[in-house]
C-alpha cells in the first residue's frame, strides 16, 4: 500500500475515479505554473541590443521566451520590430512569427555574428 502512495501512484490506481484523476493532474499542472519574472532595466537593454544588432546586421539571435510551464529558445533572423506594438518578426527557416517583447526573457547573438 505505501507504493501506491508515493509519487503519483494514487493516479494509477484502478480504485480512483477517472473525474478524481483528472481533477487532481488538473490540479498538479496548475500549482506547476510560474510567475513570469521582472527583467531589470539593463537586462532588457541588452535584450532589445541584441534584437537590434540581429536586425541590422541580419544575424541569427536566439531569444528565450517566457512559458507558464517551461521557458523556450526561438531562434532566427529578426527582420521588423514594432515599437508602439513591441512586437518582433523573426524569421527562422522561412516561417514568420510575431513575438512580444514583453514575453523576452533573454537574447543571444550566433557566435557567428559578434
Not at 490506481?13 to 490540479?27: F, K, Q, V, Y
Request: charged share 30%; glycine share 4%.
Amino acid at each position: 500500500m505505501e507504493d501506491k502512495l508515493k509519487g503519483n501512484g494514487i493516479l494509477n490506481s484502478w480504485m480512483i475515479m477517472p473525474e478524481h484523476r483528472e481533477a487532481e493532474i488538473r490540479l498538479q499542472l496548475a500549482q506547476a505554473r510560474r510567475t513570469k519574472p521582472e527583467l531589470i532595466l539593463q537586462e532588457s537593454e541588452l535584450i532589445e541590443a541584441a534584437i537590434s544588432r540581429s536586425l541590422t546586421l541580419q544575424v541569427s539571435v536566439k531569444l528565450r521566451l517566457f512559458d507558464m510551464i517551461e521557458d523556450c529558445w526561438v531562434a532566427g533572423v529578426v527582420k521588423t520590430v514594432l515599437t508602439y506594438r513591441r512586437e518582433v518578426k523573426l524569421v527562422s527557416n522561412g516561417e514568420l512569427t510575431w513575438i512580444a517583447l514583453d514575453d523576452v526573457l533573454d537574447a543571444k547573438i550566433d557566435r557567428f555574428g559578434e
